[in-house]
T-cell receptor, first 112, second 110 residues
Framework: DTGVSQDPRHKITKRGQNVTFRCDPI?????LYWYRQTLGQGPEFLTY????????KSRLLSDRFSAERPKGSFSTLEIQRTEQGDSAMYLC??????????FGAGTRLSVL | GQQLNQSPQSMFIQEGEDVSMNCTSS?????WLWYKQDPGEGPVLLIA?????ELTSNGRLTAQFGITRKDSFLNISASIPSDVGIYFC??????????FGAGTRLTVKP
């Protein structure tokens, strides 16, 4: 069991650019979650998948954000036309249905 | 929506001291979780609580699920330098996403 893996660990981009992050969950986990964490705060829920289906999206997930999990395994989170306010740690977690969520190490995004 | 309030926001203690932190909610939770986050890393689960009144230990850590189901506390005994980090309480929202408190930042002076 390699745990939840996120790539890249750090991303620096200029305002207006698009960025994409990847998450590989624990292999037998059918649920995958994305969270955003800003300095001094706890993680905030963005969206989650059960297998390939995206079942819930938070109001924090603006139109510039899109997440996919095409084969029910890894997931990608894309942010289009990045803004400075998008700077944050993006965390991925996975679980079995109704079970504890296990987190990856996160991708830290800095938008200049 | 459900809000989790953690206190204190930060603690500065001497190595060897015991630590207590708590978490309160505006509404009932059926599960309480305590996570620890080191700088630049994701949260790591420490303890999970599933029943009101439950008291659970994990090494030097002890956590309790409050009887009202609106609060929980975490104790760390005989703190050591590697206890440094941010401690978050969390609970499931609608059995799907997790709601987190803002964290208690712990500093341990050797």
């Amino acid at each position: 069991d390699t745990g939840v893996s996120q790539d890249p660990r750090h991303k620096i981009t200029k305002r207006g650019q698009n960025v994409t992050f990847r998450c590989d969950p624990i292999s037998e986990h059918n649920r995958l979650y994305w969270y955003r964490q800003t300095l001094g705060q706890g993680p905030e829920f963005l969206t989650y998948f059960q297998n390939e289906a995206q079942l819930e999206k938070s109001r924090l997930l603006s139109d510039r954000f899109s997440a996919e999990r095409p084969k029910g395994s890894f997931s990608t989170l894309e942010i289009q036309r990045t803004e400075q306010g998008d700077s944050a740690m993006y965390l991925c977690a996975s679980s079995l249905v109704g079970d504890i969520q296990y987190f990856g190490a996160g991708t830290r995004l800095s938008v200049l | 929506g459900q809000q989790l309030n953690q206190s204190p926001q930060s603690m500065f203690i001497q190595e060897g001291e015991d630590v207590s932190m708590n978490c309160t909610s505006s509404s009932i939770f059926n599960t309480w979780l305590w996570y620890k986050q080191d700088p630049g890393e994701g949260p790591v689960l420490l303890i999970a609580l599933y029943k009101a009144g439950e008291l659970t230990s994990n090494g030097r850590l002890t956590a309790q699920f409050g009887i009202t189901r609106k609060d929980s506390f975490l104790n760390i005994s005989a703190s050591i330098p590697s206890d440094v980090g941010i401690y978050f309480c969390a609970g499931p929202h609608n059995n799907n996403d997790m709601r987190f408190g803002a964290g208690t930042r712990l500093t341990v002076k050797p």
